[in-house]
């Protein structure tokens, strides 16, 4: 396996080549065209120099995907639209305070305003990690998708922004104090905005995150209920807005994490079985991820013997 092109390309415009975003990566195939079949095969080799410095791997976004399609002549697929006012409805619906409710509600709350307002695709959102977006005058900005920030909106309990802030307190506690520990942090933290669902999370003063930078944002969670070490899978999001999108299109039937809460269900946020799926989802993502390194190292293996063999040839 050989990244030299890409080290070399980088070095002529004075980037590093670890930590490249998908920017970077789409500029140095759109600079170094080729074939579609070696554009992925690049592709693939940054991702495990990244992967294997233990850095996001940045080839993963939908816009070089759709760079190799569209250059192999394939249809590019558009960019999923959704209706603001049932994503808007839905975010009013999922509840956002009291253990262990607010687990699943804050985090799945954040997920849906990011894909579905905020234009992120599933594999950015698995990938952001903490300080990477910041919030200034009631917004969030820097975010790596077609929209340049998700914005304030009048009513609290839809409002995007709130949604991410919530989050975001939710996990640097988590990660400050243990999850376990988050139990009394939303006692208090009902006391101090669960009365007043008019009043605006994201006006209120963010913790800093810096000592836990680069800490996966969104988690998985156990057959528990308690939040996993792992980033959040792509088909974990899936489930996520389909669950929280379908729950707003019955405004009679109890939103996600809102059914009764008793036993395995109460544990789950109200929603039993639903975590232990996306537990086991987040188990065969990463077993797909080994596979994918062993064949990578299989075709390695069989590179190495056919060069051998046609060196034998030569004597």
């Not at 942090?185 to 209120?204: K, N, Q, S, Y």
Request: hydrophobic share 40%.
């Amino acid at each position: 396996m050989s990244t030299s092109l890409y080290v070399d390309w980088c070095a002529s415009w004075d980037i590093e080549p670890l930590g490249a975003d998908a920017h970077t990566v789409l500029r140095f195939l759109r600079e170094c065209p080729a074939a579609p079949a070696t554009l992925a095969r690049r592709v693939r080799e940054i991702n495990v120099m990244h992967e294997r410095a233990g850095l996001p791997a940045p080839g993963h976004d939908e816009a070089i995907r759709g760079h190799i399609r569209a250059m192999a002549g394939q249809p590019v697929q558009p960019a999923t639209r959704f209706d603001t006012t049932r994503v808007m409805t839905a975010l009013a619906q999922i509840p956002v305070h009291a253990w262990p409710r607010a687990l699943a509600g804050r985090r799945d709350a954040a997920v849906l305003a990011l894909v579905c307002l905020g234009g992120l695709t599933r594999r950015q959102v698995c990938d952001l990690a903490l300080g990477l977006l910041r919030v200034d005058e009631s917004a969030v900005r820097g975010l790596p998708g077609p929209v340049a920030s998700l914005e304030r909106t009048d009513v609290a309990a839809a409002c995007p922004v709130c949604a991410y802030t919530r989050w975001l307190r939710l996990a640097r506690c988590g990660h400050a104090t243990g999850w376990r520990g988050t139990r009394e942090w939303l006692a208090g933290e009902f006391d101090t905005m669960g009365h007043h669902p008019e009043r605006h999370d994201c006006e209120r003063p963010l913790p800093t995150t810096a000592p836990y930078a680069g800490r996966p944002l969104f988690t998985g969670f156990d057959q528990h209920g308690w939040p996993l070490r792992q980033p959040l899978s792509t088909r974990s999001v899936t489930t996520i807005i389909a669950t929280r999108l379908r729950a707003a299109d019955d405004a009679d039937a109890p939103g996600a994490g809102e059914m009764p809460a008793s036993g395995t269900a109460e544990r789950h946020g109200g929603q039993p079985g639903r975590e232990l799926y996306e537990a086991m989802e987040s188990l065969l993502d990463e077993f797909e991820e080994r596979l994918s390194e062993v064949d990578r190292d299989l075709q390695d293996a069989l590179g190495e013997l056919d060069r051998s063999t046609r060196e034998l040839r030569q004597r």
